[in-house]
């Protein structure tokens, strides 16, 4: 795979979410995480884990996401999918965005959206709705 995309002269998708899990697996600069943690975790991300290993389960229970100003943008930090459910308010607009590219409108306004790694949703409302965040 090339490293950068021949059509736009940038770094190709693929190794762009290979640099960003590196990234977030070696804490994102923040923890002391060592190079043996790092090798475990990129046989895991290529292979899957080992049959002796577990999987470390998807964190926490649904839990309710502080909105601010609208538009309100609410990135999957997270290395997990998760679903994001809205209700109620006033909902103008909802857009959602793949790895930081173009945000599309979803057609909807209210329900659960799926958003995987480093998705955003972007949503503009007159009345702040009530968004959950269900870890999956």
């Known amino acids: 795979m090339p490293l950068t995309d ?4 940038l770094i190709s998708r693929e190794w762009y979410r290979f640099f960003l899990n590196l990234f ?3 804490g994102s600069g923040q923890s002391s995480t060592t190079l043996t943690d790092l090798q475990q975790e ?7 884990p080992a049959p002796s290993q577990t999987t470390e389960p998807a964190p926490g229970q649904p839990s309710a ?10 990135v999957n930090s997270s290395v997990y999918a998760v679903d994001v459910m809205i209700s109620g308010g006033g909902i ?17 306004y209210y ?4 958003l995987s790694p480093s998705d955003t949703l972007r949503v503009t409302y007159v009345s702040p709705p009530t ?3 269900i870890p999956r």
Do not use: D, K, W
């Open 6 to 9: 021949e059509r736009t002269g």
């Open 24 to 26: 977030t697996l070696t």
């Open 42 to 48: 990129v046989f895991n991300l290529q292979l899957g």
């Open 65 to 74: 996401i502080t909105i601010t100003a609208s538009p309100f943008t609410y």
């Open 92 to 108: 103008s607009n909802l857009e959602i965005c793949r790895n930081g590219g173009t945000f599309f409108n979803t057609g909807s």
């Open 111 to 114: 329900g659960m959206f799926a």
């Open 131 to 133: 968004m959950t965040l």
